[in-house]
């Protein structure tokens, strides 16, 4: 039963352009929703989190919008850089923590 | 700086194997967690404990039991590897905040592969 679901699989943007990525979820008792960021040979690493009780985040390049009425958060790159290319998985909280399947992003130069 | 290691990077075993994946964090974290990483799947937990000597079943516990007697080290045990746990093992730490789970810091992970 996968409660957090990021149906891209893969991305691939230009460099400078906006990268978006899209995570649906189905348990509305999710109260805090989280972006890691994965580089190969390496463990996942935070990135940017939002509270259910807000629509958006913002940190640098970075932002995170919430839609709590369609069960749907996408985090936006703006603009993004060949180092973003990594695999990106959308995290929700409620009793545990629940990770969508990843997408990975390619920024391609 | 968090830092949570693992005992090895790559491992290779064979099927009936006993294995044994080691974690340890340098954080005083209450919580840790393993999860196991496949294709297609993202991350599905495994075991997590959120003190010395407790645990708790995650999604998928089955094949595997886990060990905390140190608040530092966490260890999760295979107690006879079959091919289908050959995957990518992830160990991560959080403080406890409240009843539920903040930001997890994780280990470099150890991608295994039984034979």
């Known amino acids: 039963d996968q409660q957090v679901k990021q149906n891209s699989p893969s991305l691939s943007v230009q460099e400078g352009r906006i990268s978006i990525l899209n995570c649906d979820y189905t348990?509305?008792?999710?109260?805090?929703f989280l972006w890691y960021k994965k580089y190969p040979a390496e463990g996942p690493t935070f990135l940017i989190s939002i509270s259910s009780i807000k629509d958006k985040n913002e940190d640098g390049r970075f932002t995170v919008f919430l839609n709590k009425s369609a069960k749907h958060l996408s985090l936006h790159i703006v603009p993004s850089q060949p180092g973003d290319s990594a695999v990106y998985f959308c995290?929700?909280?409620?009793?545990?923590?629940?990770f969508g399947a990843g997408t990975r992003l390619t920024v391609k130069p | 700086d968090v830092k949570v290691t693992q005992s090895s990077r790559y491992l290779v075993k064979r099927t009936g194997e006993k294995v044994f994946l080691e974690c340890v964090q340098d954080m005083d974290h209450e919580n840790m967690f393993w999860y196991r990483q496949d294709p297609g799947l993202g991350l599905r937990l495994i075991y997590f404990s959120y003190d010395v000597k407790m645990k708790e079943k995650g999604d998928i516990p089955e094949g595997y039991s886990v060990s905390r007697e140190k608040k530092e080290r966490f260890s999760l045990i295979l107690e006879s590897a079959s091919t289908n746990q050959t995957s990518m093992y992830l160990c991560?730490?959080?403080?406890?905040?409240?009843?539920?789970?903040?930001?997890?810091?994780f280990g470099p992970g150890t991608r295994l592969t039984v034979l």
């Open positions: 995290a929700a909280r409620g009793t545990d923590m629940r």
């Open positions: 348990n509305s008792m999710f109260d805090y």
């Open positions: 991560a730490s959080s403080p406890r905040t409240g009843l539920t789970y903040n930001e997890q810091f």
